[in-house]
């Protein structure tokens, strides 16, 4: 099974610009969230899609903003970019198994954009 | 709100010695999941072992195990003859029933050969 990929890996951007970022979730999983780390606020929820719908929305400008399609694929867009905005954003997706409750949550491996 | 609070920033231990990490969260809700991710240099987050709320038997994972006490809502997990593989950044995290992610600061474990 396929994990969570995150694309791209590595982005270097200018002020102002406008972004783009991808992240293809396990097969089955149908939630993703997206999360901004970086070495002085650590890892801050963005938002969270299940079924093409945001469930969940962190406290961040509205220039972060997402969608998910039927396949739950991700994209997160992030308009006018500022120097700030320099993290790994990482895509984590989930399911809910059975009676059971279980779930899971797995992470892609990031993506780096770096503003400048 | 939920919150989740490790208040070990950082820490180093010997080599086979074992070593407890700290998490304390805060929710009102009574069905949620917690979890332990390792983020090694690499970044990539590693889902280390995972607890459900409503199970009282805490989780084990070969050297990893937790001690989960609800009412006192922390989550500490116990790493037990610890190896130079471990070496890095440790989340404390709550997840609630919509999925929500919410992650503590982080610890960073250094094990010294």
């Known amino acids: 099974k396929a994990g969570v990929t995150q694309t791209p890996r590595y982005l270097i951007k200018t002020r102002g610009q406008q972004v783009t970022l991808s992240c293809s979730p396990i097969?089955?999983?149908?939630?993703v969230s997206w999360y901004q780390q970086t070495p002085g606020q650590g890892l801050q929820f963005l938002f969270e899609y299940f079924s093409e719908t945001q469930r969940n929305k962190g406290n961040f400008p509205g220039r972060f903003s997402g969608r998910q399609f039927s396949n739950s694929r991700s994209e997160m867009n992030v308009s006018t970019l500022e120097l700030g905005d320099s993290a790994l954003y990482l895509c984590a997706s989930s399911s809910r198994q059975g009676q059971s409750g279980n779930t899971e949550a797995f992470f892609g491996q990031g993506t780096r954009l770096t503003v400048v | 709100a939920q919150t989740v609070t490790q208040s070990q920033p950082e820490m180093s231990v010997q080599e086979a010695e074992t070593v407890t990490l700290s998490c304390t969260y805060d929710?009102?809700?009574?069905?949620?999941?917690l979890f332990w991710y390792k983020q090694p240099p690499s970044r990539q987050m590693i889902l280390v072992i995972r607890q459900e709320a409503y199970k009282q038997q805490n989780a084990t994972e070969n050297r990893f195990s937790v001690n989960f006490q609800k009412a006192a809502k922390s989550f500490s997990l116990k790493i037990s003859d610890s190896q130079l593989g471990d070496t890095a950044m440790y989340f404390c995290?709550?997840?609630?029933?919509?999925?929500?992610?919410?992650f503590g600061k982080g610890t960073r474990l250094h094990i010294l050969p």
């Open positions: 995290a709550f997840m609630n029933r919509d999925d929500k992610i919410i």
């Open positions: 097969s089955g999983h149908r939630s």
């Open positions: 929710t009102s809700e009574n069905n949620y999941y």
